[in-house]
Nanobody
Framework: QVQLVESGGGLVQPGGSLRLSCAAS????????MKWHRQAPGKERELVAR????????NYADSVKGRFTISRDNAKNTVYLQMNSLKPEDTAVYYC???????????WGQGTQVTVSS
């Protein structure tokens, strides 16, 4: 059974930092492209960041470029999202997503709430 478990969310003041983690189990982690998405209240889910299987290729939404960093540790089956200089508009539920396009596999975590407020 595949599980993606996010952690690290919480309440932080504007300008602060958080580090999200997503621990994967039940799959061969190193085969999967990993993504972080977010969904704010009343808005559509958006792709925040993506990292390739090797970790050498990373892509970010324009809204988070220069502030967020995605990384992965294939030995620990974990993907991270370091979020710095947080803004109130970053408030959302953040979801971890594992994708293997060749196999058609697409798995999601339950999400972790991030709230940026003074």
């Amino acid at each position: 059974q595949v599980q993606l478990v996010e952690s690290g969310g919480g309440l932080v003041q504007p300008g602060g930092s958080l580090r999200l983690s997503c621990a994967a189990s039940g799959l061969t982690f190193s085969r999967y492209i990993m993504k972080w998405h977010r969904q704010a209240p009343g808005k559509e889910r958006e792709l925040v960041a993506r990292i390739s299987i090797t970790g050498l290729s990373k892509n970010y939404a324009d809204s988070v470029k220069g502030r967020f960093t995605i990384s992965r540790d294939n030995a620990k089956n974990t993907v991270y999202l370091q979020m710095n200089s947080l803004k109130p508009e970053d408030t959302a539920v953040y979801y971890c997503n594992a994708v293997d396009g060749k196999r058609g596999d697409d798995y999601w975590g339950q999400g972790t709430q991030v709230t940026v407020s003074s």
